[in-house]
Nanobody, 121 residues
């Protein structure tokens, strides 16, 4: 069984930064692409970034490109999202997800419980 646990969320002022982490249990972390996704109340889940198995390729949605950086440490089973220049529009719950090859990165078959990011003055 795969378990994903996010941390690092919190409240920050516009223009600030946060670093999200996702700790993965199980032996499959290093065999899968991984994604970071978010879901605002009343809206669908949106994946904003993804990374290939060995970290040699990454993807970002246009709304976060240039501000967010995804990375992974396969030895530590950890996925990270560095978020800079945060705006109020980034306020929402953030999830990490395991992305299976059948559906590709930017999707998920296992999800964490989420960590809340609030950008406010």
């Amino acid at each position: 069984e795969v378990q994903l646990v996010e941390s690092g969320g919190g409240m920050v002022q516009p223009g600030g930064s946060l670093r999200l982490s996702c700790a993965a249990s199980g032996r499959t972390f290093s065999s899968y692409d991984m994604s970071w996704c978010r879901q605002a109340p009343g809206k669908g889940r949106e994946c904003v970034s993804a990374i290939k198995i060995i970290g040699d390729s990454t993807w970002y949605t246009d709304t976060v490109k240039g501000r967010f950086t995804i990375s992974r440490d396969n030895a530590k089973h950890t996925l990270t999202l560095q978020m800079n220049s945060l705006s109020t529009e980034d306020t929402t719950l953030y999830y990490c997800a395991r992305s299976p090859p059948t559906t590709g990165w930017g999707t998920g078959d296992y999800w964490g419980q989420g960590t809340q990011v609030t950008v406010s003055t």
